[in-house]
């Protein structure tokens, strides 16, 4: 009885020198990484989600906010509760001088008077040939310009 016991216990130490609690180990610590690097990339992706707000909101031209993220390093903005950039104000004066060459300046500006619209005041519609003739008729006649009222 004694031998089987002994014998029971060899195997059982085999077992474990075969290096199954080792190879769990590492299975455990390389998903364990993975899950991290998981968290990290969707993390990333909320705080880059949140600076491209913050360029927007800053009217950084859109050609360049892509770019302008992908030089961002990351790790340096927090966020809060909600989402969005918790010193937001800082980023933003600090945005607005670093990028200002690339902020889009909107001005609002009337028609050029250089070169009026053309046409007689008809908002550019052409006389049918009909009315011109008429029109025509009307100058010789008694002198005075057709207008189509």
């Known amino acids: 009885m004694q031998?089987?016991?002994?014998?029971?216990?060899?195997?059982?130490?085999d077992a474990d020198s075969d290096g199954y609690k080792e190879k769990y180990e590492k299975?455990?610590?390389?998903?364990?990484?993975?899950k991290k690097d998981i968290d990290a990339e969707k993390t990333n992706e909320?705080?880059?989600?949140?600076?491209?707000?913050?360029?927007?909101?800053?009217?950084?031209s859109k050609?360049?906010?892509?770019?302008?993220?992908?030089?961002?390093?990351?790790d340096d903005i927090a966020l809060d509760d909600e989402g969005k950039i918790k010193d937001a104000d800082?980023?933003?004066?600090?945005?607005?001088e670093k990028y200002a060459k690339y902020i889009v300046k909107e001005e609002e500006q009337g028609a050029g008077t250089e070169t009026?619209?053309?046409?007689?005041?008809?908002?550019?519609?052409?006389?049918?040939?009909?009315a011109q003739v008429i029109a025509k008729q009307n100058e010789?006649?008694?002198?005075?310009k057709g207008e189509n009222k």
């Open 90 to 96: 800082e980023r933003m004066k600090g945005i607005k």
């Open 140 to 144: 010789m006649l008694y002198g005075v």
């Open 116 to 130: 009026p619209p053309s046409g007689n005041g008809n908002s550019g519609k052409t006389l049918s040939r009909a």
């Open 46 to 60: 909320k705080k880059s989600a949140a600076y491209k707000a913050l360029l927007k909101e800053a009217k950084v």
């Open 27 to 34: 299975e455990h610590k390389a998903f364990e990484a993975y």
């Open 3 to 13: 031998s089987k016991l002994d014998e029971a216990e060899k195997k059982l130490k």
């Open 63 to 74: 050609d360049w906010i892509d770019d302008i993220v992908k030089f961002t390093k990351l």
